[in-house]
T-cell receptor, first 118, second 113 residues
């Protein structure tokens, strides 16, 4: 069973540019969440999508956006990049907790997209 | 906001035991997760606690006290491959359709020979 796939794995952008990151969840997982990971800050929640609808959003500026397609694949976009946007962006997919063996929706993470803004 | 605290770094010897503490102050509580993250890799799920008490899974155990807002992850018989970052995360919202987790900054564990 394939895991969560994120592309690209590494990218370098300059300030003011925009970037689009892609995430393919585990087959059958309809929920996709995005997190930003930086040293010292840990993982910060960006947003979560389910059946093409954004169900939850973290405290990030409007430059951060996302969407989900009918096949559950998701993209996130960051516009007008700033130096502080340099981070590892992690995508995670999950089943509803009622469909898991432990009764909790466990997030399965992808390896991430490492963004460097110069 | 949610506040989740864990030590930044810990060092232990191969074969020893290490306990990673996590304290949380969140607007609500609906479960606590521990994840392991090796450098350059994806976080992977280790354990889940929603009721008070100890959950044991092989060499790893996790404990929860909801009244104290406290959890720990116990790693026994440490191996070199256990060198990694350990992330404590809390699901604060009871809504069934809210999957958001609030993470601590992570504890880097270094296992020495």
């Amino acid at each position: 069973k394939a895991g969560v796939t994120q592309t690209p794995r590494y990218l370098i952008k300059t300030r003011g540019q925009q970037v689009t990151l892609s995430c393919s969840p585990i087959s059958g997982h309809r929920s996709v969440s995005w997190y930003q990971q930086t040293p010292g800050q840990g993982l910060q929640f960006l947003f979560e999508y389910f059946s093409e609808t954004q169900r939850n959003k973290g405290n990030f500026p409007g430059r951060f956006s996302g969407r989900q397609f009918s096949n559950s694949r998701s993209e996130m976009n960051v516009s007008t990049l700033e130096l502080g946007d340099s981070a590892l962006y992690l995508c995670a997919s999950s089943l509803p907790r009622g469909q898991t063996s432990i009764g909790a929706n466990v997030l399965t993470f992808g390896a991430g997209s490492r963004l460097t803004v110069l | 906001g949610q506040n989740i605290d864990q030590p930044t770094e810990m060092t232990a010897t191969e074969g020893a035991i290490v306990q990673i503490n996590c304290t949380y102050q969140t607007s609500g509580f609906n479960g606590l997760f521990w994840y392991q993250q090796h450098a350059g890799e994806a976080p992977t799920f280790l354990s889940y606690n929603v009721l008070d008490g100890l959950e044991e899974k092989g060499r790893f155990s996790s404990f929860l006290s909801r009244s104290k807002g406290y959890s720990y992850l116990l790693l026994k018989e440490l191996q070199m491959k256990d060198s990694a970052s350990y992330l404590c995360a809390v699901r604060a919202n009871r809504r069934a359709d809210d999957y958001k987790l609030s993470f601590g900054a992570g504890t880097t564990v270094t296992v020495r020979a």
